[in-house]
C-alpha cells in the first residue's frame, strides 16, 4: 500500500500484492438476422387482352367496346383501368348498332352494358 506523506513523496508502508480486475470477455454469439422473403402471390393466368374501351355512355352505363378477338354471350371478360377500376363480369348482351348480337367478330364494336363506370382506353381481358 502507498501512502502520500507530508512533502508530496511516497512512502511505501508495506508490500501487499494488488490485485487486479480481471474482466472476462464473453465471446458474442452471432445474431441470426431473420429476414423476411417477400411473399409469394399465387400464380396467375397471363391474361390476353381483348379489347378496349372506346366510348361510355354514363347515363345509361353501356360501355363500347373494340375488340381483338371474336366474342360471344357468355364469356366472362375483366375491365382494368386507372388506379381503381378492375372488375369482372360475364356479357349478357350485346349491341351492334342498336340491334343485339350474339357474337361479335375480331375488329368490330359493340356495346354492353357494364357495371361500373370506365372510361376511354381501359384494357379489356378475357377472364
Not at 391474361?47 to 355512355?57: L, N, R, S, T
Not at 354514363?58 to 354471350?73: C, G, H, M, T
Amino acid at each position: 500500500m502507498v501512502r502520500k506523506g507530508r512533502q508530496g513523496k511516497r512512502k511505501v508502508l508495506y508490500n501487499m500484492p494488488i490485485k487486479k480486475k480481471v474482466i472476462k470477455k464473453t465471446a458474442k454469439k452471432p445474431v441470426k438476422k431473420v429476414v423476411k422473403k417477400p411473399t409469394k402471390k399465387p400464380a396467375q393466368k397471363k391474361e390476353k387482352q381483348i379489347g378496349k374501351v372506346v366510348h361510355y355512355f354514363d347515363k345509361i352505363k353501356v360501355a363500347v367496346i373494340e375488340f381483338n378477338v371474336p366474342i360471344k354471350i357468355g364469356d366472362t371478360i375483366r375491365i382494368e383501368g386507372g388506379t381503381d377500376t378492375d372488375f369482372k363480369q360475364t356479357v349478357k348482351s350485346m349491341q351492334v348498332d342498336h340491334k343485339s348480337v350474339k357474337s361479335v367478330k375480331k375488329g368490330k364494336e359493340a356495346g354492353m352494358k357494364v357495371k361500373e363506370k370506365v372510361r376511354e382506353g381501359y384494357k379489356v381481358f378475357k377472364a
